[in-house]
Structures are given as C-alpha cells and as structure tokens.
C-alpha cells in the first residue's frame, strides 16, 4: 500500500484527531465548546477550524497548490492571528499532523509497508505547508498592527478636535529674494 492511498482511506479519522488536535490548544471551556457543538452559528470559530482542516487536508492530498491551499489555510490561521497565541502556537497544528499519521500508521501496521522515502516525502510537504502557514500568519498581524495603528491615529485626532487644538496649517509659497539666478 503507498502513503497517499492510507491518507485517503483514514481521511475522517485523521481530520476528526486533527481538529481535536486543535481545539486543545485552547483553554479546557474553549475547547468544550468547540469540540461539542457542530451549529455553524453556534459556533463559528469551531466550524470554520473544522472546514478549514478539511479543505486543506484534501488539497494537501491532491497537488499541495499553494494558490488553492492559502485560502483554506488563511481561515484557520486569521482566527488564531487575533487570539492570545504566539506564533509558534498559532501554527503549531500543522505539525501535529505528523504524528498523527504516524500514530494511524503505527496503529494500522501499514508502517513496514509503506516505503520510508514516502512517509519522509510527506513530512517534506507538511513542513512547506508549515511555512506557508507562518508566511500567512505573519500578513495577519500586520494587518491587524495597520488597523491598530490608523484606530490610534484617529481617536488621536478626534481627540485633539474635540480639545480644538487643530489648525489649519497655511499653504507656504516660497517668496522672491529678488536675487536673479542666471546661469553663465
């Protein structure tokens, strides 16, 4: 059997552990939540980590396009971006995807069948994956520092309205000296 058939066959397995997987990085009552209810309503967050898992499962599976994985990606990682977690937290789920498959081969006893140069072909990919998602993580926050910065600079200037201490600053032309500048 070759790794890519084994990841297709446990598919539902290896998201449902991936996603508990993700949720637990959260605080237990978050965690609870998350995991117990399944409303998209209800429950936001949890159901945009779960079709977020999903969809990058399925096309970290298929061609690992990173113009087809972003998006999918971009909406897991947007949620943990503006959460109290570090960037190594904030991505650390896409590692556990390692162990969890080494755990479901490992469990299967598919491990002696599967070539070596597979299983480290798939870890290869799940590290791109892992830069991808720090590269996406990284855009969030700046984003997230640019909306900051403009909010603060607004209430700033709002306040000194208020305060009436803005001016108008009058348009300056430089004067004639009278000094003729020739060029000889």
């Not at 998209?40 to 945009?48: D, T």
């Not at 960037?87 to 069948?113: C, G, M, T, W, Y």
Request: charge should be neutral; hydrophobic fraction near 40%.
């Amino acid at each position: 059997m070759n790794l890519d058939k084994f990841l297709s066959e446990q598919r539902n397995t290896i998201i449902k552990k991936w996603f508990n997987c993700v949720v637990e990085s959260y605080a237990p009552e978050t965690s609870r939540l998350l995991q117990k209810e399944s409303n998209q309503f209800a429950n936001p967050v949890g159901h945009a980590i779960l079709h977020g898992i999903q969809a990058v499962y399925d096309e970290f599976l298929q061609s690992m396009d990173y113009e087809k994985l972003t998006p999918h990606l971009d909406r897991i990682i947007r949620i943990r971006a503006v959460q109290d977690f570090s960037p190594s937290q904030a991505i650390s789920f896409i590692f556990s995807l390692k162990q969890i498959v080494r755990d479901e081969l490992q469990n299967r006893i598919h491990q002696h069948q599967i070539p070596s140069s597979e299983i480290a072909a798939f870890e290869s990919k799940v590290d791109q994956l892992a830069l991808l998602a720090f590269n996406i993580y990284t855009q969030c926050r700046e984003r997230l520092y640019e909306v900051r910065l403009n909010e603060f600079k607004m209430r700033t200037f709002r306040l000194l309205q208020r305060a009436n201490l803005l001016a108008e600053i009058p348009e300056w032309e430089p004067q004639s000296t009278g000094i003729n500048h020739q060029k000889t």
